[in-house]
């Protein structure tokens, strides 16, 4: 079956599935200030968007129903992605629609690692980058999330200085100043509804590093005849 080989040979390829991952998104962190300054610097973001989709299908697809579920919303993610950049129709339906697929690959992507990472089988380097590729995806993924409903109801947020709306770089910088309890930056929600976002991600973000630290902490059990403290 051509899904099965598909399937099998990303695994040969990306042996350290999660490894890769994690490269993957750090480039894309690096690339994304240079996104909206030219049609190159764009192009340059859209390939690392698929250089991580290509990373998080292989890391999720160690089974065919995640593979399946990481195909059906990567790939038409990236299609209205090309599509928008290629003005074909108007721009900001493909944004939109690219902006909701990319939300909803990300969850899944999330859910299947961390059912991964958090698995009572031995620790591995590989389920140490899956946390680590999990923590970069929140981040990642809220930024996507601000920037889908900036696309939907740019009232959401205020303007840059410019007049103009926020680049997803000032997004994912207020996503990342969020997930890690250090602040906004220079944007502001005027939203309701995405400061409630605002909020769960802080949540989110600081009971991800307490569980992540309490699981590497079960991997080295207390010495018989010692106390726990």
């Known amino acids: 079956m051509a899904l099965a080989r598909l399937q099998i040979s990303l695994g040969r390829i990306f042996r350290q599935r999660c490894f ?23 192009i340059l973001a859209n390939a690392a968007h698929v250089a991580v989709l290509i990373a998080a299908v292989a890391a999720v697809g160690r089974s065919t129903l995640p593979f399946v579920i990481a ?8 299609a209205f992605q090309v ?10 339906h493909g944004f939109v629609a690219s902006g909701g697929f990319y939300v909803a690959f990300y969850v899944a992507a999330i859910v299947y690692l961390l059912r991964y990472a958090f ?11 899956a946390g680590a590729a999990v923590y970069l995806m929140l981040g990642i993924g809220w930024a996507i999330a601000y920037s889908f409903v900036q696309q939907i109801d ?7 200085s410019d007049g103009v709306p926020h680049s997803f770089s000032d997004l994912l ?3 990342f100043g969020y997930l890690t309890s250090n602040g906004p930056g220079d944007v502001l929600i005027l939203g309701a509804k995405v400061r409630m976002l605002a909020i769960l991600e802080q949540v989110v973000g600081t009971l991800y ?11 080295y059990p207390t010495k018989e005849g010692k106390p726990d403290a």
């Open 71 to 78: 195909l059906l919303l990567g790939l038409p993610a990236f």
């Open 173 to 175: 910088f207020m996503s």
């Open 154 to 160: 740019p009232a959401a947020f205020d303007r840059r």
């Open 209 to 219: 590093v307490a569980i992540l630290i309490a699981r590497l902490a079960g991997i």
């Open 119 to 129: 698995s009572p089988e031995v620790m591995t380097d590989d389920k140490l980058f």
């Open 83 to 92: 599509l928008a950049l290629l003005n074909v129709d108007e721009p900001t």
């Open 20 to 42: 890769y991952l994690f490269v993957s998104l750090l480039g894309l962190l690096l690339i994304s200030p240079f996104a909206a300054a030219t049609l190159q610097g764009r």
